[in-house]
């Protein structure tokens, strides 16, 4: 795990999402042509949908073989397929419905009207196997070593659906966890646990804006084992804070 995390601050909102899509296209690129292969792990929210919109208006946007790229989300909204509020739905209309993606390589989470209805439990199960199917036998956590795993920071500072006080949190032998009484609508979600998304090679933090500043200030002074979701998030090789000057506090 990377000990201290590198932050990074742009001048604002705009120049942030350009500037992580290029160190995102840059990175998924490099990649691919040491391993031919790539995978990113996408997140929900502001920051996350204004990076995917700024990926697809990139001219380096093909630098990238999105055919050989494999897409995992670090959380959903647990909602019907195609609902406006699924990060998935959002993902599709903001860039993956404008790349050549190999539909075999992309993995959304479940949603609420697919084969687990109700069932958010069994529906974590089977994103976990789904993961350690992807990752093959004797993978810690049964995950896949991601080389690019993004995460948007709640105001109290919540990643991917991980809440400080809650259970989901505090996982730590398994890869998923159902969520059932999330602080931020919806209540029912997915998500990825502490020890899957340290597996990924490089985790990348985006915050932008004033009600971010207090989360960022906090989880940076953070401990990593203690109950700050953002700050327990890291890179086994880098943990990469991308801010603008307002969640910096410096605006
Ligand atoms: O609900 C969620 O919130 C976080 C942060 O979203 P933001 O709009 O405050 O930036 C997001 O990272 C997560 O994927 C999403 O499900």
């Not at 609420?112 to 199960?125: I, N, P, Q």
């Not at 995950?143 to 500072?157: A, C, E, I, M």
């Not at 500043?213 to 084992?225: E, G, K, M, S, T």
């Amino acid at each position: 795990m990377s000990d201290s995390p590198e932050v990074v601050v742009h001048r604002d909102t705009e120049v942030m999402a350009h500037a992580t899509a290029a160190r995102l296209l840059t990175a998924l690129a490099d990649a691919q042509a040491a391993r031919g292969t790539a995978s990113v792990v996408l997140t929900g929210g502001r920051n996350g949908n204004a990076l995917l919109a700024a990926l697809a208006a990139s001219p380096a946007r093909d630098a990238v073989d999105w055919s050989a790229l494999d897409l995992w989300w670090g959380d959903e909204r647990y909602l019907p397929d195609g609902d406006p509020d699924r990060n998935a739905t959002q993902a599709q209309e903001a860039l993956l419905g404008k790349v050549g993606t190999d539909p075999a390589r992309v993995h959304p989470m479940p949603c609420s009207d697919g084969a687990f209805g109700a069932d958010v439990a069994a529906a974590a199960a089977w994103y976990a196997r789904e993961l350690a199917a992807a990752a093959g036998p004797g993978a810690p956590h049964g995950t896949p070593v991601f080389d690019v795993l993004l995460l948007g920071v709640g105001p109290d500072t919540h990643v991917a659906s991980l809440f400080p006080g809650h259970a989901g949190f505090a996982a730590r032998d398994t890869s998923t966890v159902a969520v059932t009484s999330a602080p931020k609508p919806p209540p029912t979600r997915v998500s990825l646990t502490v020890p899957a998304i340290r597996s990924a090679r490089q985790v990348w933090l985006l915050a932008a804006g004033e009600d971010k500043a207090d989360a960022v200030a906090r989880a940076l002074a953070a401990q990593a084992d203690g109950d700050v979701p953002a700050a327990a998030a890291r890179g086994r090789e880098r943990t990469l804070w991308l801010l603008d000057r307002s969640a910096a506090g410096t605006a």
